[in-house]
């Protein structure tokens, strides 16, 4: 298992994370379709945490995009980077995120993370910061909605109903099985919102979730186990 080390530079208060946040969010790139869905690769990324020990543990699980088969995955642990604070969660987690990455030896293809992209009050959540740093296409398919309006979507699979800010569309509720709650799909970088929806529709062929975050939910879970229950805790920051 990978022992990730939050870099010296990262930032340690509220007010330098936003001006990163600020800096990076200019170079997100919106205009691009991104890889078609059921091609190459997609890689679900999430995180898991013990805030009593202090550790965050992230895992990174490489699919087939075409038959959802795992190619390769990989783990990474380490302390939390960064303190709580509503709209800069990217900042705790990305660290052991980019450590598991940085793991892989297969082409993680489209990155599909546990949470938002430009659906974040901030337009920069964490699959925005995460393509930013990678360069990766990205998106963001959450469990629930952030702050934004929406409508309810159609009751069949494929009902999208989009997440207003005002009148800026900055996602879409989306239907991912029949009858049963929405995801929540954002653009993160280097992805369309209509390819965003397409993946998610491939990545979700049985439940609601995707299978990319299904697996990846799992395998973190696994790893802060594992950690928790050594004698040997992650070092610090």
Same mark, same amino acid.
Request: negative net charge; glycine residues 10%; aromatic residues 4%.
């Given at each position: 298992?990978?022992?990730?080390?939050?870099? #010296?530079?990262?930032?340690?208060?509220?007010?330098?994370?936003?001006?990163?946040?600020?800096?990076?969010?200019?170079?997100?790139?919106?205009?691009?379709?991104?890889? $078609?869905?059921?091609?190459?690769?997609?890689?679900?990324?999430?995180?898991?945490?013990?805030?009593?020990?202090?550790?965050?543990?992230?895992?990174?699980?490489?699919?087939?995009?075409?038959?959802?088969?795992?190619?390769?995955?990989?783990?990474?642990?380490?302390?939390?980077?960064?303190?709580?604070?509503?709209? !800069? !969660?990217?900042?705790?987690?990305?660290?052991?995120?980019? =450590? $598991?990455?940085?793991?892989? $030896? $297969?082409?993680?293809?489209?990155?599909?993370?546990?949470?938002?992209?430009?659906?974040?009050?901030?337009?920069?959540? !964490?699959?925005?910061?995460?393509?930013?740093?990678?360069?990766?296409?990205?998106?963001?398919?959450?469990?629930?909605?952030?702050?934004? #309006?929406?409508? =309810?979507?159609?009751?069949?699979?494929?009902?999208?109903?989009?997440? !207003?800010?005002?009148?800026?569309?900055?996602?879409?509720?989306?239907?991912?099985?029949?009858?049963?709650?929405?995801?929540?799909?954002?653009?993160?970088?280097?992805?369309?919102?209509?390819?965003?929806?397409?993946?998610?529709?491939?990545?979700?062929?049985?439940?609601?979730?995707?299978?990319?975050?299904?697996?990846?939910?799992?395998?973190?879970?696994?790893?802060?186990?594992? =950690?928790?229950?050594?004698?040997?805790?992650?070092?610090?920051?």
């Amino acid at each position: 298992m990978t022992i990730s080390h939050t870099p #010296a530079d990262w930032p340690a208060d509220e007010q330098t994370a936003r001006a990163v946040q600020d800096e990076l969010r200019a170079r997100t790139v919106l205009d691009e379709t991104g890889p $078609a869905p059921g091609t190459g690769h997609v890689t679900g990324v999430d995180v898991a945490y013990d805030d009593e020990r202090d550790i965050v543990a992230a895992a990174v699980v490489v699919l087939d995009a075409a038959t959802l088969g795992v190619v390769e995955e990989a783990t990474a642990v380490g302390r939390v980077a960064f303190p709580y604070v509503p709209g !800069l !969660l990217a900042f705790r987690e990305i660290p052991a995120v980019l =450590a $598991a990455l940085g793991r892989l $030896a $297969a082409d993680p293809g489209l990155v599909v993370c546990d949470g938002y992209g430009i659906a974040h009050p901030r337009r920069f959540g !964490l699959a925005s910061h995460l393509g930013v740093l990678t360069g990766l296409p990205t998106i963001g398919v959450a469990k629930n909605p952030f702050t934004f #309006a929406h409508e =309810a979507p159609g009751a069949p699979r494929g009902s999208a109903a989009s997440l !207003l800010d005002g009148a800026e569309e900055v996602g879409r509720a989306l239907r991912t099985r029949e009858g049963v709650k929405p995801v929540f799909v954002s653009v993160g970088h280097r992805v369309s919102l209509d390819n965003a929806c397409a993946h998610t529709l491939g990545l979700t062929p049985r439940y609601r979730l995707p299978e990319s975050t299904r697996r990846a939910d799992a395998l973190c879970r696994s790893a802060l186990r594992e =950690a928790t229950a050594s004698a040997t805790p992650p070092p610090g920051t």
